[in-house]
């Protein structure tokens, strides 16, 4: 496994992968280490989770730097990405009793009756390189504090970022057990799955991937969460305020270097405004610093790997070729990097790849729609269901078009993201299960009904 600078195409590190006897070492310490974690009182567990977030507070500069080097993301990103899992360890670090005591449930007069939420065991982690920190944190702050434990297969891009994670548990005093890396290649996923010391997995990841990893999970009736990708639409309607969305939308279609699953994706634009809204989003696209992530003054970076980047003019090309104009960009940047410009798409026919496809990567598909019923139509006509965004002057409207559109999450008049106190998650082919918030921590827990009764 290889890591390399996708803004110079540079190695920086290697790592072995992990062979039968590690991966066995580590299975039998995560099952081990379990039975003794799950005893811990929970106050333990949040006082150490707390602890993260001091370890991750005083290395910020450090973690953000090995994640643009990694992965690309401008440095000021990725410094917000370490603040943000310091937050979510905060966020359980006082929560997580709260959220974890039993419920008392009135059946009988003469029975005492609740529901404890109790932790399965070793969960594994099969986590993406475009969040390398935030998406292994949300998962593993509140499957730790319930009492599980964490096997984490990264991306192989961001082997450092992996190793760097398992530093900060260790740093804060967490058993060497309690989080562990797995170098595995993809292909051994199934084997780590169908092992009887692993009780559930998460994915954060493509379809294809989900479905691999639920068909496996499935044959073992072992639990999942499944967040996949996103399409997501971005509605403008015609009381909309146009120059926010148009700075929105921007920002929302090329953050991370337009490498996000709650990206906008597909803009769909009332007819009445439309010609308005796609000259103010081409001139905010047009105004970004594309260049080096460690330049502070940087708004979009490279792409994480060069057939990413070439998978995305792809799309674009096969688009353009099917009937979609290039209002903008369209090609990747002529230099050193896997650099693809800020673009926007319109008169996208609705079978092009810009149109059915995920576009991960600074491309806006922007779509002309005739009323507000046509947008929810359009917005809907996705096998995605992750995030939306609707814009409209009439907080009533926005909440009536946010109702009928197909997503995990919808917001209307901000830029979608993923909140501590609210359940992250898709429907459709975005996935199932939910992250964050109560929800979150409740995911990879026996909800187990207890009677007692008199003898």
């Not at 082997?159 to 890396?181: H, K, S």
């Not at 405004?273 to 047009?286: G, I, K, N, P």
């Not at 996705?382 to 926005?398: F, K, P, S």
Request: with cysteine; net charge negative; hydrophobic share 40%.
């Amino acid at each position: 496994m290889q890591s390399v600078d996708p803004a110079t195409e540079t190695r920086i590190d290697s790592f072995d992968r992990h062979d039968g006897a590690a991966v066995e070492e580590r299975l039998d310490r995560a099952q081990r280490g379990f039975e003794a974690w799950r005893e811990r009182p929970i106050t333990d567990r949040q006082a150490l989770l707390a602890g993260v977030s001091d370890v991750l507070e005083a290395n910020e500069s450090e973690y953000a730097r090995t994640m643009t080097a990694e992965m690309g993301k401008p440095i000021g990103q990725a410094r917000a990405e370490v603040q943000k899992c310091a937050r979510v360890c905060e966020y359980y670090a006082e929560r997580a009793g709260t959220f974890l005591q039993d419920d008392r449930v009135a059946v009988e007069p003469d029975a005492k009756t609740f529901v404890a939420y109790e932790p399965l065991g070793p969960v594994l982690a099969v986590m993406p390189w475009n969040y390398p920190f935030w998406q292994v944190f949300r998962f593993a702050a509140p499957a730790l504090a319930a009492g599980n434990v964490c096997l984490l297969k990264h991306a192989p891009n961001v082997q450092g970022c992996a190793e760097a994670i398992a530093d900060v548990f260790e740093a804060a005093g967490f058993p060497e057990y309690a989080l562990q890396t797995l170098r595995v290649a993809d292909e051994t996923v199934a084997d780590v799955i169908a092992d009887d010391r692993v009780r559930a997995v998460t994915l954060t990841g493509s379809v294809a991937a989900g479905r691999a990893v639920a068909s496996e999970a499935g044959a073992q009736l072992k639990k999942t969460v499944l967040e996949l990708g996103g399409s997501d639409p971005f509605v403008v309607l015609d009381d909309a305020d146009l120059d926010r969305a148009a700075a929105v939308g921007c920002q929302s279609r090329t953050y991370n270097s337009g490498q996000s699953c709650i990206a906008a994706k597909r803009f769909v634009v009332h007819t009445e405004v439309y010609d308005e809204f796609v000259d103010r989003l081409r001139t905010e696209m047009a105004a970004l610093t594309v260049g080096d992530p460690t330049d502070e003054e940087t708004d979009v970076g490279p792409m994480a790997r060069a057939d990413l980047r070439d998978d995305l003019h792809d799309q674009v090309e096969r688009s353009v070729a099917a009937g979609a104009t290039v209002e903008l960009g369209g090609e990747p940047l002529d230099r050193d990097g896997y650099f693809y410009q800020p673009t926007i798409l319109t008169d996208v026919p609705s079978d092009a790849p810009a149109a059915t496809e995920e576009l991960f990567g600074p491309v806006a598909a922007v779509f002309e729609v005739e009323s507000e019923a046509a947008a929810v139509t359009l917005a809907n006509d996705t096998e995605y269901g992750l995030g939306a965004t609707v814009w409209t002057d009439d907080r009533q409207r926005g909440e009536a078009v946010a109702r009928k559109i197909e997503a995990g999450c919808v917001f209307v008049n901000e830029f979608v993201t993923s909140h501590l106190e609210l359940p992250f998650g898709g429907v459709k082919d975005s996935g199932y299960g939910r992250e964050l918030s109560e929800a979150g921590i409740r995911e990879f827990v026996n909800r187990k009904s207890v009677w007692v009764s008199d003898p």
